[in-house]
């Protein structure tokens, strides 16, 4: 199922919510809707879906103008709030089958089969007889997804599908929409969370005051510009993998002075809070996606040299750590394990204890930390050797200030 949108303009209560909003969609294939509140995202859907006419343009499934009744025996649309109802959780399923219902509008066999196999398909089978308001957030969200899956609609068409759920919910209903698409549907989802739709989707339209204002796939949409732009907000955009994520910009530090943390699997995080709260501009790398260091600099805004999860570090982002060493004050060594996959990071601690500006933390031996062999040892011996070495975290703020004379004039510390 083709669905193409040209030159859509739709207007409430004497506003015009949408302008000119040009849109193709393949079989196959789903599209973020994105922008702030009030951008038409939700208006969007419900003029696809036929619930809102517009005031020009035209909305084409393969080609041909569509009634409503019609409409609703192909596409299905989901909307953002969640009924409160004393219905069964198989009662609420079955609704998606009104559509294909005949005159007398009874559910036969055969719905009831396509409901069950809903049910199954979101892995709440055996909930068919519970009460749909004794559920969950995410168990409410997965039947109102059996509900569209029970419709078999060609396009299915969601507004906010993952507001409201923790994060392990989100990911789960966004991989049961996409493996929906996969078995030969489609989808247009408008969305919030930049980064859930940057993974998900194949297409992104960002939407801004009504209008589209970037088409595209999400490495060509989602720019720190497009994003400050239609969110008067400043990120960064690290692409990893195949996709993109979005990450808070640092405040401006209080004393302008910059401080590169070399850390990973959690010997970073009370240095990084440490340093921001003491007002340093601070930097982090290379660190894995979701690494809990990773997730403490990103969550502070710091900036990150991010690699794709649970991989070795690339020459690529290797190089920008380097980059990131040569471009800070101070450079701190956690006291981080290193195997083969993160090497990389203490030779970058060996170019800062080169140009004279590491400081190590070593609560423990490097013996003891070491699974890369006596390259790593070897590497480690030669920074120890022009480091400043600390036996904690708690003594970081001293030694950078006992660095601090190398610095330009003017350039003072916080106390």
Known sequence: MRLEIR????????????????LKLEEGEILSILGPNGSGKSTLLRT??????PLKGVVLFDGKR??????????????????????????????GRTPHLSG??????????????????VGLRGFEE????????????????????????RVMLLDEPTAHLDLSSQIEVMRLIKRRVENGCSAIIAMHDINLAATFSDKILMLKNGEVHRAG???DV?????????????????KIGKSVIVIPVAKSSKNGIRVHVICGGGSGAEIIQTLVEAGYRVSAGVLNVLDSDWEIATELG?????????????DENHEKNLKMVEEADFVILANLSIGRGNLKNLIAANLAAKLGKLIVVERSEIRSRNFAGEMAEKIYSEISSKSIIVKNESEILNAIRDLAGRLPKGRGFVN
Not at 7 to 22: M, P, Q, Y
Not at 222 to 238: F, K, L, Q, W
């Open 7 to 22: 030159d859509l303009g739709v207007e409430l209560r004497s506003r015009e919510i949408l302008k000119n909003v040009t």
């Open 48 to 53: 696809i879906f036929g619930i809102l006419k």
């Open 66 to 95: 569509l009634e409503f009744d019609d409409i609703a025996k192909i596409a299905a649309y989901l909307p953002q709030e969640i009924p409160q109802t004393r219905l069964r959780v198989i009662d609420i399923v079955l609704l």
């Open 104 to 121: 007398i509008r009874r559910a036969k066999k055969e719905d009831y089969e396509i409901a069950l196999n809903a049910l199954n398909e």
């Open 130 to 153: 519970r009460i749909f308001d004794e559920l969950s957030g995410g168990e409410k969200q997965k039947v109102m997804l059996a509900r569209l899956f029970a419709q078999e609609p």
């Open 217 to 219: 796939k999400a490495e």
């Open 222 to 238: 989602i720019t720190p510009e497009s994003v400050r732009e239609v969110y008067g907000v400043d990120v960064a955009v690290r």
């Open 302 to 314: 710091c900036e990150v040299v991010s690699e794709a999860p649970f991989s070795d570090i690339s």
